[in-house]
């Protein structure tokens, strides 16, 4: 159960950023939203706020990779247009209320171990992407400028299409790395 209830806090950290960013996630907040006994704070996270966002950024990358993986072994367009839908799916669930909890906390923090972990799931990332890519027969430097175009790129997306509460932004955006993915050389 001890565990159980880390694992929800996580959880409920990694929503409030995707939500309300790093200001907006405060242990309060994580309780009120997870049901979280007050207790469990310092036994889960005897290090503090800072320990507990590093959980959630450690989980949105965990989980990042696990969704993008199952597009191994696809087309180049395939690879992005699956790599694209979990934003596009975090973005019409949430009714263009949430984003991605790692950019929440790199805009808002200068601690360096956050920034290092959010460094580390932004580098992860476009490394897979780019392996993705390498794997449906682009050339590796070619692999490596799309994939960071893509991440830079889709990070935007969604900033834009929260900002005008629209998921055209996002769309628009999507439509065109697709494409372009599609004419990517491939040996």
Not at 37 to 49: D, E, N, T, V
Request: proline letters at 4%; charged letters at 20%; glycine letters at 8%.
């Amino acid at each position: 159960m001890a565990r159980d209830t880390r694992d929800l806090m996580v959880l409920g950290a990694m929503d409030l950023l995707a939500t309300n960013g790093l200001t907006g996630t405060s242990f309060s907040d994580v309780l009120e939203v997870t049901g979280a006994p007050r207790g469990s704070i310092y036994h889960h996270f005897p290090q503090g706020k800072d320990q507990l966002i590093a959980a959630a950024i450690d989980l949105t990358g965990e989980r990042y990779t696990a969704w993008t993986e199952q597009f191994a072994g696809s087309s180049p367009e395939r690879v992005i247009g699956g790599f694209l839908q979990i934003w596009r799916h975090t973005l019409v669930n949430s009714e263009m209320t949430a984003g991605c909890p790692v950019l929440a906390v790199t805009v808002s923090t200068d601690a360096e171990e956050l920034i290092g972990r959010a460094r580390a799931v932004f580098r992860a990332s476009t490394e897979q992407l780019a392996r993705m890519l390498g794997q449906a027969g682009v050339p590796a430097e070619e692999a490596s400028s799309f994939a960071t175009i893509s991440v830079a790129a889709a990070e935007g997306a969604v900033v834009l299409a929260r900002a005008e509460r629209s998921i055209h932004p996002f769309d628009t955006v999507a439509t065109h790395l697709v494409e372009q993915a599609a004419r990517l050389p491939v040996s």
